[in-house]
């Protein structure tokens, strides 16, 4: 294919030496002068290893061209590659200047130009900005209708400086955010059978937020390991120990399984020893600001949620599950005992079905925490599903009910909000939410 890259920098550069060395044809866009020259001629301006070699390659085999003038790149190009910066403003907010001049500057060379190249996006930009911002921008510069002879879409990129090369050769995933479907089949075709990762066609939208995902989990990695790398030095643990055990745990340390959007923790762990940690760092004059905070936000989201629910101005709620977690009655810190308390205290009338929990045998404790925020829990259960049918909302806090469940409460005027995702209940249903949609 001929590919087009605007903006040869990090990303720019690593991608023109790795599709040249797949076989494409690359034209590399540049305003600044010198780049475009070194680029013309097979050198680098970065440093990353295997790039200078795949860059000279290509240019010796006459696939390789660059220049500062847009219309030069365009002329021919399937694809051409946003891949300029997007650096931040001094009050810390995204600069989309480059962004916007690049595609204003594509979008004026296409009005007078017959070719009509896939628009691929991959500088890194807030949810919203694609479609708020690259497309109407690059609509009024071209005359042309996205969606209508050309296509927009938002291509992230997962590159780290060192092991760049090695990285586009095997990328975690590959996302393709499309403004309208069927308008990443030119990219993907030139990804082929040979790059084996998850694929991912989703909105523009989704692929920025997974882009800023990404880089938003691996800086809290990074402080988490050296708070936790603090605190152990300070009792004289070894840091480094610690860690090759911490991360040999691939059954619940890494991997998926607290990383999806849901409600607030609790149980009779992690807030318990989230605190004694943070005690014990403040004795030991151990600054650790990110898990300072933690408890903070997690009180937040049942703050925000409890304020979502009243809103509504329900008469009666229905919760399914009121333990920490299914198929558990341990209510010792569970945020939906929370919920209870709060709603309850502002007047809310609560039905509340959990198979797993019994008055009687609840002991300890346990049976103390609950009867400190629910003196009445016994009124407020429920033994059947059936009985939640006349609440005006219903909250489903554990996943033990099915779609076909939730989808009757809604045919019969029942407003859901879904804390566990149930799966097969279609998003976009009235009346239907989750905690994080």
Known sequence: ????????????????ACLLRDGHKIFGVDPIAAKAEDVAVGRTPIQEPGVAEMLAAGQRDGRMAASTNPADGLAHCDMAWICVGTPSKPDG??????????IREIGKCLRSMAARPLIVVRSTSLPGTTRGRVIPALEEASGLRVGKGIHVVFHPEFLREGSAVYDFDNPPKIVV?????????????????????????????????????????????????NEIGAIARAVGADAREVAEIFVSDTKLNINPYYLRPGFAFGGSCLPKDLRA????????????????????????QLEEFVARVLAKRPAV?????????????????????????????????????????????????????????????????????????????????????????VQKWLAAGVGIIDLASIQGVPRGVPGYEGIAW
């Not at 907010?93 to 690049?102: A, K, M, Q, T, W």
């Not at 059978?193 to 938003?216: C, G, H, I």
């Not at 569970?334 to 198979?355: F, H, M, N, T």
Request: glycine share 8%.
């Open 177 to 225: 955010g499309e403004a309208h479907p069927g308008g990443g089949d030119v990219l993907m075709k030139a990804y082929g059978d040979k790059y084996q990762a998850p694929r991912f066609r989703t909105s523009l939208e989704v692929a920025e937020m997974v882009k800023y995902s990404d880089n938003l989990f691996h800086a809290v990695k990074v402080v988490f390991a």
């Open 1 to 16: 294919m001929n590919i087009s890259i605007f903006g040869m920098g990090y990303v720019g550069i690593v991608s023109s």
């Open 93 to 102: 907010g995204i600069n989309l200047d480059y962004v916007e001049r690049c």
């Open 317 to 405: 709620v229905g919760m399914v599950g009121l333990a920490f977690k299914p198929k558990t009655d341990d209510m010792r810190e569970s945020p939906y005992v929370a919920v209870a308390k709060r709603l309850i205290g502002e007047g809310v009338k609560l039905r509340i079905y959990d198979p797993s929990v019994d008055t009687r045998r609840l002991i300890g404790s346990n049976k103390e925490a609950v009867q400190t925020a629910l003196g009445h829990l016994e009124a407020l259960l429920v033994p059947n599903l059936d009985d939640l049918n006349a609440c005006d909302l219903i909250l489903v806090n554990h996943p033990t009910i099915d779609a076909q469940r």
């Open 277 to 300: 940690i943070l005690r014990f760092a403040h004795v030991r004059s151990v600054k650790v600001p990110m898990f300072d905070g933690v408890l903070d936000s997690n009180k937040v």
